[in-house]
């Protein structure tokens, strides 16, 4: 059973930076597509960012944070990260990532609020 611990989210101004962090367990991480997903109030969970699997060469974005965030993998890790630049107040939402289709269980997320 795969699972993920999320981290690296807080409280930033507008146009400030995070970086975050995901640690899966799981011998066979570098197989899967893996996404960030995030969900804000009232909102509906959705997918902001996924990097193919194995060499991580390929990545996707959704247009709302296309050319602000990249996502990339260290597979010797088991770790996927998510870096947030040039954050708008939209952005705020918890922050979770999952296997691309979202298969395996949810972690706690990580909270990122972009505030002023």
């Known amino acids: 059973q795969v699972a993920f611990v999320e981290s690296g989210g807080g409280l930033v101004q507008p146009g400030g930076s995070l970086r975050l962090s995901c640690a899966a367990s799981?011998?066979?991480?570098?197989?899967?597509?893996m996404g960030w997903y995030r969900q804000a109030p009232g909102k509906q969970r959705e997918l902001v960012a996924r990097?193919?699997?194995?060499?991580?060469?390929?990545?996707i974005y959704a247009d709302s944070v296309k050319g602000r965030f990249t996502v990339s993998r260290d597979n010797a890790k088991n770790t996927v990260y998510l870096q947030m630049n040039s954050l708008k107040p939209e952005d705020t939402a918890v922050y979770y990532c999952?296997?691309?289709?979202?298969?395996?269980?949810w972690g706690q997320g990580t909270q990122v609020t972009v505030s002023s």
């Open positions: 799981g011998s066979i991480f570098r197989f899967h597509v």
């Open positions: 990097v193919s699997s194995e060499s991580g060469s390929v990545t």
């Open positions: 999952n296997e691309v289709p979202a298969t395996a269980g």
